[in-house]
Structures are given as structure tokens and as C-alpha cells.
């Protein structure tokens, strides 16, 4: 199998972070760092883009019925809390 090129992905920033990125001794892997931490935090349902297609709110319409964002009373975060199965968020912070 061949082995892939690299490819350069170039994007603009304002004068200060362009700063901030010129003390940083390797940005292309600080960025890349970066950039794979923040992907793993996206969101599930709509993929980091801040909003549902109209097929995806079909589908989270449905979901919801038995669905809720709930806010945890122990963290302060949001989760999503299945109306027909235990807590297992409320469980897991009482382990804590």
C-alpha cells in the first residue's frame, strides 16, 4: 500500500494568536494536538456544526420522547437521561 502524503491545511488568525502560535516551538503538532482534543469533545448528534438537519431532529424527536437533557445536581453539567432505564450518571457521581 502507498504510503499517504500529507497534506497542508492553511487557515487565518488574528494578530494576537498569530503571536501566541510564533513562541510555540512545533505548532503543526500543537495544532494537530489541539485540533484531535477539541474533535473528540464534538458533539454526537450534530458533529460540532451547532445545529440538527431536518432529518437529525426527526430522529431526535423521536429519541427525546424518552430522552431528557437533564442538569446533573452533583457537577452542574448536562446529560442525557433515559426515561426507561436507571440513572446511571446520578449513580456514577454518588461513587465518586
Not at 489541539?34 to 431532529?57: E, H, I, M, R, W
Not at 431526535?60 to 452542574?76: D, G, L, M, Q, Y
Request: glycine share 2%.
Amino acid at each position: 500500500m502507498a504510503q499517504q502524503k500529507e497534506e497542508t491545511i492553511t487557515f487565518k488568525v488574528d494578530p494576537a494568536l498569530a503571536e501566541l502560535l510564533r513562541r510555540v516551538p512545533n505548532r503543526s503538532e500543537f495544532i494537530r494536538k489541539a485540533l484531535f482534543a477539541q474533535l473528540d469533545n464534538v458533539c454526537p448528534l450534530c458533529q460540532g456544526s451547532g445545529y440538527l438537519t431536518p432529518d437529525q431532529k426527526n430522529h431526535w424527536e423521536k429519541f427525546s420522547k424518552h430522552h431528557h437533557v437533564v442538569r446533573c445536581e452533583s457537577c452542574h453539567e448536562y446529560y442525557l437521561s433515559c426515561d426507561l432505564k436507571e440513572d446511571h450518571h446520578e449513580a456514577s457521581q454518588k461513587e465518586m
